[in-house]
């Protein structure tokens, strides 16, 4: 799928959280808590009075326990008025992109003047299915409705035989994680996560774990080195009292390295995270008449669809079809490493001057539903800082595929 506005879209602004990971500081935040102050930092930016915004689409994939229509509670957090239009999307780690891409089409068909698109997401508040059957089928005790269940968690000093019985107990009920099976299980294949995917790719290709631990280790290194140099500072508003000081997912890669698994191990493959990024969009033609400065024009967004077992390398192909509508060269390439084992293929596949200059998901974690906008955000920042005039940002998705957009500055 290629599309290419008809009438020039413009980014006016872009925003996002810090991130972290499970447990971090941004945990005590919902995911819809975690789009509001990402959207409240873009409309500042793009200094638009929410009252102004016609539209907000967000991206969300574990939604489980947020409510209703989170996208609408994430745009009201930032002051946009009840009567304005709300979607809520879900493409898996795309999600955020898909909400751009959906803004667009909006603008273009007039349903819109200026709008909000971005993504949000709690790892840690993602919350845990439980039964009603347990894992031979049985109905567990109790009422199913207005129940709590509860099981003792043991000590952390009970001797291990506690500790094993437990978890059988845990599994025996049938107490199955969200964010796993939500964004990370493939449902056509049971049993099979996006991990076992790119396991698989990574030992059909001609690719060694030391060279993917090394682009792990430069994606630790550059995003160290943004967030010292004040680098983030320039595409982060403070989530709450969380300053906008980026938050490396993993301080501690060196004991990390050491620990291998196979191609995919702990140090090579971004932690699922916490985080939320926003850009407000119009045509280029309203923020004339606004008087607003755009700060990028998207020339093409590009969405590719594959089997599961693509996704890996689907990124190449979502660059190649972007590019080719675009008629640009991007120079720049903001990729997520939702996989380290993706930044040698992406950049063997795809070669540009710059890819990821500020590190990736591999050291700042990946907020699945926010992903899809953040490298939109990164890429903005990027693209201003060091000279690029066209950019391109790539994201894959679960279940098979990825989407990219390519942008011109302005």
């Known amino acids: 799928m ?70 609408k509670q994430a745009a009201l957090a930032a002051g946009v008025p009840h009567e304005r239009t709300f979607r809520t999307v879900n493409t898996v780690c795309a999600s955020g992109m898909s909400a751009i891409l959906g803004v667009c089409l909006s603008l273009e068909a007039g349903l819109a003047e200026v709008a909000l698109a971005g993504g949000m997401e709690s790892r840690s508040g993602a ?41 059988e107990r845990l599994r025996g009920a049938g107490i199955r ?33 030391e060279e993917v631990n090394e682009a792990a280790a430069e994606s630790y290194a550059r995003a160290r080195a943004a967030r010292d140099g004040g680098d983030f500072a320039r595409e982060i508003s403070p989530a709450g009292d969380v300053a906008a000081d980026e938050i490396i997912s993993r301080e501690r890669e060196g004991e990390l390295r050491g620990i291998s698994y196979g191609y995919v191990t702990a140090f090579n493959a971004p932690q699922l995270g916490d985080g939320a990024a926003a850009v407000v969009l119009c045509r280029e033609s309203t923020a004339e008449k606004l008087g ?44 997520n490493e939702s996989f380290g084992l993706q930044i040698p293929l992406i950049r063997r596949g795809f070669p540009a001057d710059e890819m990821n200059p500020y590190g990736g998901a591999v050291a700042l974690g990946h907020p699945v539903g926010a992903a899809g906008a953040r490298v939109v955000v990164t890429l903005l920042n990027a693209m201003r800082a060091r000279g690029h005039r066209v950019g391109a940002a790539t994201i894959c998705f679960g279940s098979g595929g990825a989407m990219a957009a390519v942008l011109e500055a302005l």
């Open 127 to 167: 919350p845990y299915y439980l039964g009603p059957f347990d894992a031979d089928g049985r109905r567990l005790p109790g009422k199913v409705r207005g129940t709590e269940f509860r099981l003792k968690t043991p000590r952390r000093e009970a001797p291990a035989g506690e500790q094993r019985e437990f978890i």
């Open 177 to 209: 994680e969200a964010s796993i099976l939500d964004s990370l299980a493939c449902p056509w294949c049971d049993g099979l996560t996006m991990r076992d995917y790119a396991e698989r790719f990574a030992e059909r290709e001609d690719l060694s774990l």
């Open 292 to 335: 607003l400065e755009p700060a990028a024009r998207i020339l093409s967004v590009s969405r590719v669809d594959t089997p599961p077992q693509g996704f890996v390398k689907a990124p190449v192909e979502a660059l190649e079809a972007a590019a080719e509508a675009a008629g640009a060269r991007a120079t720049l390439v903001e990729a």
């Open 2 to 71: 290629i599309y290419v506005p008809s009438e020039p879209v413009v980014i006016l602004s872009a925003a996002r959280t810090p991130q972290s990971g499970l447990g971090g500081p941004l945990e005590r935040f919902t995911a819809v808590e975690l789009g509001g102050f990402a959207a409240r930092g873009a409309l500042e930016r793009a200094r638009i009075d929410p009252e102004r915004i016609d539209e907000a689409v967000f991206g969300n994939v574990v939604s489980a326990g947020l409510g209703h229509a989170p996208a």
